[in-house]
């Protein structure tokens, strides 16, 4: 299954509290848990003023409704072509 990187704009990110981000975390569960087996959301990367989203998903189109439905902005999604690490150099 392929594997996506969403980029969301959101100014003040990293400025937001546990509680607010334990709050997004729990609607973008409630919402992949409606969706079914097809999406799953790996890890996210808060900075300053975006949020990095990893998912396995079939298409962008799923990202996007997942993030239609959770109100969540999707500004790019890009497909992941590689993973490389330090060990990619040996």
């Known amino acids: 299954?392929?594997?996506?990187v969403v980029e969301r704009d959101l100014p003040g990110a990293g400025g937001l509290s546990?509680?607010?981000?334990?709050?997004?975390?729990?609607?973008?569960?409630?919402?992949?848990e409606s969706m079914g087996p097809k999406?799953?959301?790996?890890e996210s990367f808060v900075?300053?003023?975006?949020?990095y989203c990893v998912y396995?998903?079939?298409d962008t189109e799923s990202i996007s409704e997942h993030a239609r439905q959770g109100?969540?902005?999707a500004n790019r999604i890009s497909l992941i072509r590689k993973i490389i690490d330090?060990?990619?150099a040996e």
Do not use: C, H, Y
């Not at 900075?47 to 949020?51: A, N």
């Open 1 to 4: 299954m392929p594997k996506f």
């Open 18 to 32: 546990n509680e607010q981000v334990r709050a997004i975390s729990q609607k973008s569960r409630q919402v992949l």
């Open 39 to 42: 999406i799953q959301w790996l």
């Open 47 to 51: 900075t300053d003023d975006k949020i």
């Open 56 to 58: 396995i998903a079939p």
């Open 71 to 73: 109100g969540f902005p």
């Open 86 to 88: 330090p060990t990619t």
